[in-house]
C-alpha cells in the first residue's frame, strides 16, 4: 500500500550534476518506496527563463537517461515532460483567475528574477508559481518533496486551492502536503555558489572518471591551507564535505584528524574524494551507457508517461470544468 501520490518536476538542465543527485534524483528513487510518484520534465517552465530553446529537447532526453540511470522505475512511476500534457496549460489559466496580480508580484523569488534578468519580466515569469500550482493540481498529488527554503511555493499553491474551492464552492482541488526533506545544499567546485552548471562550477554524474578526478583536483580547499606544511581546517572545505557523501566513515575520521596536523595533503585528500565518487557513480555510468545505447526507448517511456499522466489529467479537468461551471463539451 502506497501512502499517497507525490509530485515533483524539474527543468530541462541536461546532463545532472552531483548537486541535483544528492540534493533531488536520490530522494526521488527514494520515495518511489513509499509513493506513487509523477516525475515530471517541466520544459514549459524553462521556457520563462530560456534564451533559446536550441538545446531543449536534447536536455530534456539527457536529463531523462540520468534520472532513469540512477533508478526512476518507469514501470511503477510516472515519468513525462510537461508539455505533452497539455491540461496542465488550461488549469494554469483557470487558477490564474483566483490568484490576485499583487500576491505573485510580492513573491521574493518572483523579485529576485526581475533583478536577475530586467529585460525580460515576461507575463510567464510573473504567473510561474501559478503554472507550478496547476502541475501540482492537476495531478491530484497529496505530498511535495519541498526543501524548507522552497516550502513558501508550496504554501502557495495551498492558497490558490482554497481560493479556488471557496470561489467555486467546491472541494474538487486538494492541497497539498509538504513533505519537507533535508536535502543537502551542494557547493560546486568553487567551493562558494550552490553547484550549477550555468556556473560552471559542476561535476557531472555522467563524466569519465578520469574527468571527474580532474574537477576534484580543481577544487578549492581551505582558503588559509596555503602550503602542504599548513594545518588545515576541514570544517571549511568543500572537499571535505564532499567527503561526507562519498567516503567511508573511517576516510571521514582519517581526513578530519589528518587534515588538521598536516597529516595529509590536498592532493592526495582528493584523489580519496575522487576515486570514491568514481567507485559509488560506477553502477550509475554503466546503466546510463545501457539505456543510451536505445535512445528510442528512452522517448518510449516518457511518452507512455504523458499517457499515464494524462489519464489522471482528463478526469480532474472534467471535474475541475463542471466545478467552475464552464459549458460541458460535446461527448
Ligand atoms: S586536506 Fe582535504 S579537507 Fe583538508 S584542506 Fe585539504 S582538501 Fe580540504
Known amino acids: 500500500m502506497k501512502k499517497g501520490r507525490v509530485f515533483s518536476g524539474a527543468r530541462p538542465t541536461g546532463r545532472q550534476h552531483l548537486g541535483n543527485y544528492l540534493g533531488a534524483i536520490k530522494n526521488y528513487v527514494a520515495l518511489q518506496d513509499d509513493y506513487e510518484c509523477v516525475y515530471c520534465i517541466v520544459d514549459l517552465h524553462a521556457l520563462i527563463t530560456l534564451e533559446t530553446t536550441r538545446d531543449l529537447k536534447a536536455n530534456t532526453y539527457e536529463m531523462a537517461l540520468d534520472w532513469l540511470a540512477a533508478g526512476i522505475r518507469p514501470q511503477e512511476s510516472i515519468l513525462f515532460i510537461q508539455s505533452h500534457v497539455p491540461e496542465v496549460t488550461e488549469l494554469h489559466i483557470l487558477l490564474s483567475m483566483v490568484t490576485m496580480l499583487g500576491k505573485l508580484t510580492d513573491l521574493p523569488t518572483f523579485k529576485e528574477k526581475a533583478r536577475e534578468q ?26 511535495v518533496p519541498v526543501g524548507l527554503d522552497q516550502a513558501p511555493h508550496l504554501e502557495f499553491t495551498r492558497e490558490i486551492v482554497r481560493s479556488f474551492n471557496f470561489r467555486y464552492k467546491t472541494s474538487v482541488l486538494l492541497e497539498p502536503q509538504m513533505k519537507v526533506t533535508e536535502a543537502p545544499i551542494v557547493l560546486g567546485i568553487d567551493g562558494v555558489h550552490k553547484m550549477s552548471k550555468s556556473l560552471n562550477n559542476d561535476i557531472e554524474l555522467a563524466a569519465t572518471p578520469e574527468e571527474t578526478a580532474a574537477r576534484v583536483m580543481q577544487m578549492v580547499t581551505d582558503p588559509a591551507r596555503l602550503r602542504r606544511s599548513d594545518p588545515g581546517n576541514p570544517d571549511v572545505c568543500n572537499v571535505f564535505s564532499m567527503h561526507k557523501f562519498f567516503s567511508s566513515p573511517e576516510e571521514i575520521q582519517m581526513v578530519n584528524i589528518e587534515c588538521r596536523q598536516a597529516g595529509i595533503g590536498c592532493v592526495d585528500c582528493k584523489k580519496i574524494l575522487a576515486k570514491n565518487i568514481n567507485a559509488h557513480l560506477a553502477p550509475f555510468r554503466q546503466k546510463r551507457a545501457e539505456i543510451n545505447q536505445n535512445p528510442q526507448a528512452v522517448w518510449d517511456i516518457l511518452y507512455q508517461g504523458a499517457e499515464k499522466a494524462h489519464s489522471i489529467a482528463a478526469q480532474t479537468m472534467g471535474e475541475v470544468r463542471a466545478a467552475v461551471g464552464l459549458p460541458e463539451r460535446k461527448k
Open 118 to 143: 530586467p529585460h525580460n519580466i515576461n507575463y510567464g515569469l510573473v504567473g510561474y508559481p501559478v503554472l507550478m500550482a496547476a502541475d501540482i493540481l492537476l495531478y491530484k498529488a497529496t505530498a
